[in-house]
Nanobody, 122 residues
Framework: QVQLVESGGGSVQAGGSLRLSCAASGRTFSNYVMAWFRQGPGKEREFVAA???????YYADSVKGRFTIARDNAKNTGYLQMNNLKPEDTAVYYC????????????????WGQGTQVTVSS
């Protein structure tokens, strides 16, 4: 089992920045793909970014160039740096982890955090 706890959400104005953290406990975090998904009001949960055990990163087109995913395996923590935030980034952001995943398919991730709210005002 892997337990995930997100933090760092909040309210910002458009153009601002936030950094989300995902603290993992349980099994060896470094072996897992870690990803961030988000669910906006009235929308389905969607892929945002992922990083595999080797450090390769993947991004949704909507966040490329603005968001950066990273991980610190020594601290069992993942991060999502979000810059130049837009109102359409408003959502609950979820950290997830999985061993054998299809990167953008949320159904292939085994472990999920409780989510953290990000609100971007115009």
């Amino acid at each position: 089992q892997v337990q995930l706890v997100e933090s760092g959400g909040g309210s910002v104005q458009a153009g601002g920045s936030l950094r989300l953290s995902c603290a993992a406990s349980g099994r060896t975090f470094s072996n897992y793909v870690m990803a961030w998904f988000r669910q906006g009001p009235g929308k389905e949960r969607e892929f945002v970014a992922a990083i595999n055990s080797g450090g390769r990163t993947y991004y949704a087109d909507s966040v490329k160039g603005r968001f950066t995913i990273a991980r610190d395996n020594a601290k069992n923590t993942g991060y999502l740096q979000m810059n130049n935030l837009k109102p359409e980034d408003t959502a609950v952001y979820y950290c997830s982890a999985g061993m054998w995943v299809t990167i953008t398919n949320l159904r292939t991730y085994n472990y999920w955090g409780q989510g953290t709210q990000v609100t971007v005002s115009s």
